[in-house]
C-alpha cells in the first residue's frame, strides 16, 4: 500500500486539508460506537503517557536510545511514514486509513473496557456496543451495499457493442474490465502500456 498509493499529486490538497479529511472519515471508518470508545482509550493512553513521561532533566541521547529499543518503535515508525505520507500527498482516499484501523480498534477496546469497568455494567454495556454494531452492519448492507447492486461491466459491455464492430480490437488492463468483445493486453502492451488497438476499455469496481 505504502508503494502503491503513497503517490504526491502536482496541485493537490495541502497537509492541513488532508489532516482534516482524514480524520473526519475516522468516524465513518470505524462506526460511530467504535469510535467513541476510541476516543477514550486514546485519552487513557494519552493519560497514562503524560503520567509516565520522563522529567525534561532526563531527556537526552540514553532517552532516545531506549525508545528505539522499545518493541513499539517498528509499528509506530511504520504508521507515523505513512501517515506524513499521505498529508504530503495531496490526495484522499479512504482505503488509506486501513493500515490504522487494528490500533484504532485495540484502543477502542482499552475504552470500552475501562468504560464499562467504571460503570459497573459490562453486560449492558456489551449489549449496547452489539446492538449498534448490527444496526450499522444493516444499514451498511441496506444503505450503502444497495448502490452497488447493478453491475457496471454491463454497461461496459454494451458500450463496446455500441461503439466498436465486432472485428475491431478491444484491448483492457486487468480481467475485471475484460467484458464481451475486449481482449487483456499482452507483452509490451502489458508492460510499457503501448496500446496499439484503437479502443481501450477499463473501469472501476465503485
Same mark, same amino acid.
Given at each position: 500500500? %505504502?508503494?502503491?498509493?503513497?503517490?504526491?499529486?502536482?496541485?493537490?490538497?495541502?497537509?492541513?486539508?488532508?489532516?482534516?479529511?482524514?480524520?473526519? +472519515? %475516522?468516524?465513518?471508518?470505524? +462506526?460511530? =460506537?467504535?469510535?467513541?470508545?476510541?476516543?477514550? +482509550?486514546?485519552?487513557? =493512553? =494519552?493519560?497514562?503517557?503524560?503520567?509516565?513521561?520522563?522529567?525534561?532533566?532526563?531527556?537526552?541521547? /540514553?532517552?532516545? &536510545?531506549?525508545?528505539? #529499543?522499545?518493541?513499539? %518503535?517498528?509499528?509506530?515508525?511504520?504508521?507515523?511514514?505513512? $501517515?506524513?505520507?499521505?498529508?504530503?500527498?495531496? &490526495?484522499?482516499?479512504?482505503?488509506?486509513?486501513?493500515? $490504522?484501523?487494528? *490500533?484504532?480498534?485495540?484502543?477502542?477496546?482499552?475504552?470500552?473496557?475501562?468504560?464499562?469497568?467504571?460503570? +459497573?455494567?459490562?453486560?449492558?454495556?456489551?449489549?449496547?456496543?452489539?446492538?449498534?454494531?448490527? /444496526? &450499522?452492519?444493516? &444499514?451498511?448492507?441496506?444503505?450503502?451495499?444497495?448502490?452497488?447492486?447493478?453491475?457496471?461491466?454491463?454497461?461496459? /459491455?454494451?458500450?463496446?457493442?455500441? *461503439? /466498436?464492430?465486432?472485428?475491431?480490437?478491444?484491448?483492457?488492463?486487468?480481467?475485471?474490465?475484460?467484458?464481451?468483445?475486449?481482449?487483456?493486453?499482452?507483452?509490451?502492451?502489458?508492460?510499457?502500456? #503501448? %496500446?496499439?488497438?484503437?479502443? $481501450? *476499455?477499463?473501469?472501476?469496481?465503485?
Amino acid at each position: 500500500m %505504502i508503494r502503491n498509493d503513497n503517490l504526491t499529486v502536482a496541485g493537490g490538497r495541502t497537509p492541513l486539508e488532508q489532516l482534516g479529511l482524514y480524520l473526519w +472519515g %475516522i468516524p465513518r471508518s470505524l +462506526g460511530l =460506537a467504535v469510535w467513541l470508545f476510541f476516543v477514550v +482509550g486514546l485519552a487513557l =493512553a =494519552a493519560l497514562r503517557g503524560w503520567r509516565h513521561r520522563l522529567p525534561l532533566t532526563r531527556l537526552g541521547p /540514553a532517552a532516545a &536510545y531506549r525508545l528505539t #529499543r522499545s518493541p513499539y %518503535i517498528v509499528p509506530l515508525s511504520a504508521l507515523a511514514l505513512h $501517515f506524513a505520507s499521505l498529508l504530503a500527498a495531496g &490526495y484522499h482516499g479512504k482505503r488509506h486509513l486501513l493500515p $490504522f484501523v487494528p *490500533v484504532m480498534c485495540f484502543l477502542a477496546a482499552i475504552g470500552f473496557s475501562r468504560t464499562s469497568a467504571k460503570l +459497573g455494567s459490562h453486560r449492558v454495556m456489551a449489549g449496547a456496543m452489539l446492538l449498534t454494531l448490527v /444496526a &450499522y452492519q444493516m &444499514y451498511n448492507a441496506v444503505g450503502v451495499e444497495a448502490g452497488y447492486a447493478y453491475d457496471i461491466r454491463n454497461a461496459l /459491455a454494451a458500450k463496446v457493442s455500441e *461503439v /466498436a464492430s465486432p472485428s475491431d480490437d478491444v484491448v483492457t488492463f486487468t480481467g475485471y474490465s475484460l467484458v464481451r468483445g475486449s481482449r487483456l493486453a499482452e507483452g509490451s502492451e502489458a508492460t510499457d502500456s #503501448r %496500446i496499439s488497438s484503437e479502443f $481501450f *476499455v477499463s473501469c472501476d469496481i465503485e
